[in-house]
């Protein structure tokens, strides 16, 4: 009877050993089957084509600017362009111009310039308070004007200004619209495939009978959006001065490589409360004033 039982416990561990090779097995085949096929096919012309010299001719004539020195880099870009091309060839020219691969030293630039950023203020003088807005970055905009409650609770008419304002992180806007509005309420929306709404968190701050923007031909996508979005929500209360706007409607992902390139993509339309959004003319202002 031992011996039986023994003999079932060694056909059982087999049986779990087998079973567990041929996971591991699968697993392994996978792992192999499922190599990068960019870097595959980089692999196989690198070491098979015939000719060198027509890659990187091809290579040359679609990066242009970007083809560097970096011959793998070269090859990476190479890909990303000629997708990226032949998307925008759906698009129009204002999305375009953001579905691109930057330089290393414009990726520099770029990354320097989204971790700027010009403190907002607050001000009030004869019953009228003046609200100055450069940027919209993550946990700093909002916490700027919150630094004056009182101020922003106290007075009733605003003056918004957006001039030179090129944008910013999305979230962010999402918590300066919070001020005016009630706790849940639907102030933004990422257009894609679908729809998302997003909705402020918090106490709204702010109460007003009449508010005016200030905006240029720098004011720019996120800015645009709140001037575009407050004007939907309060149409009776809010109007706008200035010159008009640059006409940025669209997020974009940006991203850098390892190698010092990065590349950005158009990820969503900017929208309103009610999904609906700008076009690339930009805002017009009410009255036109330098």
């Known amino acids: 009877m031992l011996k039986k039982e023994k003999s079932k416990s060694s056909t059982a561990s087999l049986i779990i050993i087998f079973i567990l090779a041929a996971v591991l097995a699968i697993c392994i085949r996978h792992i192999v089957t499922s190599k990068d096929r960019v870097e595959q096919l980089e692999g196989y012309l690198d070491k098979y084509y015939y000719s060198q010299e027509h890659l990187e001719l091809a290579m040359q004539d679609t990066l242009g600017d970007i083809y560097g020195d970096n011959a793998e880099a070269n090859f ?34 770029v990354t320097e ?26 946990g700093k905009t909002w ?12 007075n009733r008419k605003f003056i918004i200004d957006l001039r030179g304002n090129s944008g910013g992180h999305t979230d962010e806007l999402v918590e300066v619209l919070g001020l005016f509005h009630e706790d849940g309420t639907v102030v933004y929306t990422d257009i894609a495939e679908e729809i998302t709404e997003k909705k402020c968190i918090g106490d709204k701050i702010i109460d007003f009978d009449k508010m005016i923007f200030l905006c240029d031909e720098k004011t720019a996508s996120s800015a645009e959006v709140m001037i575009f979005n ?57 009255i036109e004033a330098e």
């Open 230 to 286: 407050m004007k939907s929500d309060f149409p009776d209360k809010v109007s706008v001065v200035g010159k008009q706007t640059y006409g940025k409607y669209y997020s974009y992902v940006f991203d850098d490589f390892p190698d010092g390139y990065s590349f950005a993509i158009v990820s969503s339309l900017m929208g309103n409360s009610k999904g609906e959004t700008f076009d690339g003319n930009g805002i017009i202002p009410d």
């Open 76 to 109: 990476d870009n190479y890909v990303y362009k000629l997708i990226l091309d032949d998307i925008n060839e759906h698009e129009p020219d204002e999305i375009a111009k953001y579905n691109t691969i930057f330089v290393i030293d414009r990726t520099k630039e």
């Open 143 to 154: 916490r700027d004007l919150i630094k004056h409650k009182e101020t922003l609770e106290t």
């Open 113 to 138: 310039q989204l971790s700027e950023y010009r403190s907002a203020t607050v001000t009030a003088e004869d019953g009228i308070c003046t609200v100055k807005i450069n940027d919209f970055v993550i």
